[in-house]
Nanobody, 120 residues
C-alpha cells in the first residue's frame, strides 16, 4: 500500500505565504514525477506544479514566480512554497505521484488534499 499525505494548509491573508508538504510512504520502489494540483469549489482540478525525479520544475503562468515546488528524494517528500497568495488561490491542494511499487509495477497516486483559504 502507498499513501500520500499532505499537510500545511490553512487560512492566510492575501499577500501572505504558506508551505505545503506531501510525504509518500508505504511500498515504494521508485518515484518519478510528482505534482501539485488544486481544485476550487465548482471548478475542475488544475495542475499547479510538476517536479521530476531530477528536480526539474514546471508551473503554469497562473502561479509562475509565486509558487516553488521542491523535492527531497531521501524523504519521498515534496513541498510547495506559496508566496504572494491571492484569494483566487483558494482551493483544496492535492499531491500526486507517478510511483513504482516494484521494478515492474507502476501507478498514479493521489493524496487526500489540504485546504488553502486566502482571505482578501
Amino acid at each position: 500500500q502507498v499513501q500520500l499525505v499532505e499537510s500545511g494548509g490553512g487560512l492566510v491573508q492575501a499577500g501572505g505565504s504558506l508551505r505545503l508538504s506531501c510525504a509518500a510512504s508505504g511500498s515504494i520502489f521508485r518515484i518519478d514525477n510528482m505534482y501539485w494540483y488544486r481544485q476550487a469549489p465548482g471548478k475542475r482540478r488544475d495542475l499547479v506544479a510538476t517536479i521530476t525525479s531530477a528536480g526539474t520544475a514546471n508551473y503554469p503562468d497562473s502561479v509562475k514566480g509565486r509558487f516553488t515546488i521542491t523535492r527531497d528524494n531521501a524523504k519521498n517528500t515534496i513541498y510547495l512554497q506559496m508566496n504572494s497568495l491571492k484569494p483566487e488561490d483558494t482551493a483544496v491542494y492535492y499531491c500526486n505521484a507517478d510511483l513504482w511499487t516494484t521494478k515492474w509495477s507502476t501507478d498514479n497516486y493521489w493524496g487526500q488534499g489540504t485546504q488553502v483559504t486566502v482571505s482578501s
